[in-house]
């Protein structure tokens, strides 16, 4: 099967009624862990690909990794996504390189110039069959190069911004952050505007900053020789809640950074000798593909890579032209 667009997974995650993971890679390990998982649950796989993720692999690193993971994995539903894209020139950049969804954040702009950028970028993308994900409200916390303070979204407004920019999916913030410290104590959630939002906008929802930051991750890096603060992440019990509601992509990010780090602290601590590099990333991708397959039985994307079907460029233009965009 070749790469699909985001709409496709989306638009059956919603018949269903579950929620995809979206796992931010920038190697081969990820690439392989996050596959592997999906393969073995038999779930649809989206591989997130970050403007940083793009400068640490020149690019054409990460463009032929991922065709390797469609090669190895032909009956396997994937979608490859541009995570946080600033511009229309870095969204014109990652549809060059065969992505199939591109993300918009203007979330830091004005409401006027997020619709302006957010339709520049639609009207280019739909053309070739790529689905776009947009931002409206802003998340807390840092990671690379993405940072905020919460603004939580306005339903309303997130209606208006769907009408006016024809975007396929949107992220929204209700209390997540970006990064490994979420929060101090408990994570306080602002659930019940998940269905309000979607009430006004019709289309599937998105949550940013979602990893879990289980705390015996935390523990492991810790316990071989990390200095990690205690912190908390995004309930699991929450994050099914809000797919009750309509979010239907989840990013995780976090997570894998957590586990891999871990296992290859543990290897040095325990394994001083040790240089040969499959030595401690052969561990670190099973720490990793271990954190994806809790993650799709947790949203309830596994078995659901049986669902798919193939579809032609025509389909997707249709599909656009349909709604109008």
């Not at 199939?100 to 069959?129: C, K, L, W």
């Not at 690379?144 to 997130?158: C, I, K, M, N, R």
């Not at 603060?229 to 995004?234: D, K, R, S, W």
């Not at 894998?256 to 296992?263: H, I, K, N, Q, S």
């Amino acid at each position: 099967m070749p790469l699909i667009p985001m709409y496709q997974c989306l638009h059956e995650a919603e018949k269903g009624n579950y929620g995809v993971g979206a796992f931010n890679v920038n190697n081969m390990e990820q690439v392989q862990a996050v596959l592997r998982a999906g393969r073995e649950l038999s779930s649809p796989v989206i591989l997130q690909v970050s403007r940083g993720a793009l400068k640490y692999t020149n690019r054409i690193y990460i463009k032929h990794l991922v065709r390797a993971a469609v090669e190895e994995n032909p009956d396997l539903p994937v979608v490859v996504h541009l995570d946080h894209g600033d511009t229309l020139e870095t969204a014109k950049i990652a549809i060059d390189l065969g992505f199939t969804s591109v993300m918009i954040d203007g979330s830091h702009f004005p409401f006027a110039q997020n619709v302006e950028v957010t339709r520049s970028v639609v009207a280019y993308a739909h053309q070739y069959g790529v689905s776009v994900e947009a931002e409206l409200g802003t998340l807390g916390g840092i990671e690379e190069d993405v940072s905020g303070h919460v603004q939580l979204t306005d339903p309303a407004q997130a209606g208006e911004f769907v009408r006016q920019t024809g975007v396929d999916s949107l992220a929204v913030a209700i209390g997540t952050s970006h990064g490994a410290y979420k929060f101090k104590g408990a994570a306080k959630l602002a659930i019940d505007l998940v269905p309000k939002i979607y009430e006004q906008v019709r289309i599937p929802l998105v949550l940013h900053g979602s990893s879990s930051v289980p705390p015996e991750l935390v523990q492991r890096i810790n316990e071989y020789g990390g200095q990690m603060e205690q912190t908390a992440g995004v309930p699991i019990a929450s994050i099914q809640q809000a797919i009750a509601r309509g979010v239907r992509k989840i990013n995780v990010d976090t997570d894998l950074r957590l586990a891999a780090t871990g296992a290859i602290r543990q290897v040095f601590a325990e394994s001083p000798a040790v240089f040969d590099l499959r030595d401690y990333l052969g561990p670190a991708r099973d720490a990793m593909t271990a954190v994806v397959a809790s993650r799709m039985k947790d949203f309830g994307s596994a078995g659901h890579a049986r669902d798919y079907q193939p579809l032609t460029l025509d389909d997707m233009r249709s599909f656009y032209r349909v709604r109008g965009f």
